[in-house]
């Protein structure tokens, strides 16, 4: 691997939490990348939701394939940028671990009744969870709990942390407190979640028939793109049409992100992982004509997709769902005061997907929610 002098270098980790020998053959990274894909965790990923609930059908994404499209596209920067794309894969694979059933909705509720119950609790959040599980609720190796990863796994899996939750989780979440960025390759992973999941959406909301792509005519990128298509490919039909058009905003993005990359990292005479870590702001990001392209896309699916009847309904439906389980479960502990029983709870709801949730739902409340129906897929 071509390594840069910014880039994380798996032979100087800040090391595990748990002293092991090294492996034969593969680097620390690689390590942690393995781990992770063969962790429980992971395999659920494939039954918990992105927008669309489980229910509906098999052609939408799942967190399992979000996933995986965030690795290809942060792999490609992370390669381009000479970063290590063995950390960066194992970040992509990992980031979204700690999700609850029904995605944001499920995070949403649980959170809430945890706050009901002990207005101390530091509730639920999806990227603390993920941290959870991989120190910690993985129970498959002999001499420690969870996976035992690097630090630098470690800390670019905690995107995102509140200062009262990082004094409880030492070196790793520091950065919250005192100031300062992950490695170059978290703050890759970031972004490529973004780009992944923002053209994704759009992708399942018009296969969907939720969007209208000329309702997002207005952002400058998707103009050009249509013009490009409509002249290389008059007449093609719509699906086809939107692939194309989809795909060149994706590379639009990539290619931008890897060309605003190297010149601040060039401007910030960045030399090393440490000078990353102690500079004022993250180094990895776009330009500023595309950042306001990117601004407009998220705000166009957060009114059009996000919002929309449809994905409301289910939305609430989740929310419901998820607040009588924690509700039951709860009572059955007879325990409203004990944190550590309330995390237990936490822990055992986040862990289901979308169908294990629905399915104990209905045996524990026959009929006392109805789903909406699903909506059809192209
Ligand atoms: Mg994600």
Redesign the pocket.
């Known amino acids: 691997m071509n390594l840069s002098n910014y880039a994380a270098d798996s032979a100087l980790t800040k090391g595990r939490r748990f002293n092991e020998p090294v492996s034969l053959g593969r680097s620390n990274f690689q390590r942690d990348r393995d781990r992770v894909l063969h962790s429980s965790a992971f395999r659920r990923l494939m039954h918990k939701t992105q927008v669309f609930i489980n229910h509906e059908g098999d052609l939408f994404r799942t967190r399992l394939t979000?996933?995986l499209e965030?690795s290809q596209i942060a792999r490609t920067c992370a390669r381009r940028l000479f970063l290590n794309e063995d950390l960066t894969e194992a970040l992509c694979l990992s980031?979204?671990l700690g999700h609850t059933p029904f995605g944001h909705a499920g995070q949403f509720a649980l959170n809430k009744c945890m706050k009901k119950i002990d207005a101390n609790s530091n509730g639920f959040e999806h990227n603390i969870q993920s941290l959870r599980i991989v120190d910690l609720l993985e129970c498959k190796y002999a001499e420690f709990d969870g996976l035992n990863l690097c630090y630098e796994t470690r800390e670019g899996i905690l995107k995102r942390c509140s200062k009262t939750a990082a004094k409880k989780l030492g070196s790793v979440a520091q950065r919250f407190i005192d100031g300062g960025n992950p490695s170059l390759e978290a703050q890759l992973s970031n972004l490529a979640?973004e780009i992944a999941?923002n053209h994704h959406d759009l992708d399942d909301g018009l296969r969907a028939g939720l969007l209208n792509f000329e309702e997002v005519l207005y952002i400058p990128e998707a103009i050009k793109h249509t013009k490009i298509v409509n002249k290389l490919f008059p007449g093609i039909d719509e699906n086809r049409r939107n692939s194309e058009i989809i795909r060149r905003m994706i590379n639009a993005q990539v290619e931008d992100l890897v060309f605003a990359t190297k010149t601040s990292l060039l401007h910030a005479d960045i030399k090393s992982i440490e000078d990353v870590r102690c500079y004022s702001k993250p180094l990895v990001g776009f330009s500023g004509y595309m950042k306001e392209n990117v601004n407009q896309l998220k705000r166009f699916l957060h009114e059009k997709m996000y919002k929309h009847p449809t994905v409301l309904e289910m939305t609430f439906v989740a929310e419901d769902v998820i607040k009588n389980l924690f509700d039951k479960m709860i009572n059955e502990k007879n325990s409203y005061t004990d944190s550590q029983l309330l995390r237990l709870v936490a822990d055992s709801i986040a862990a289901m997907t979308d169908r294990h949730a629905a399915t104990l739902h209905e045996k524990w409340f026959p009929r006392k929610v109805s789903w909406p129906s699903p909506v059809g897929f192209v």
Request: aromatic residues 14%; hydrophobic residues 15%.
């Open positions: 979000h996933s965030v980031h979204d979640d999941y």
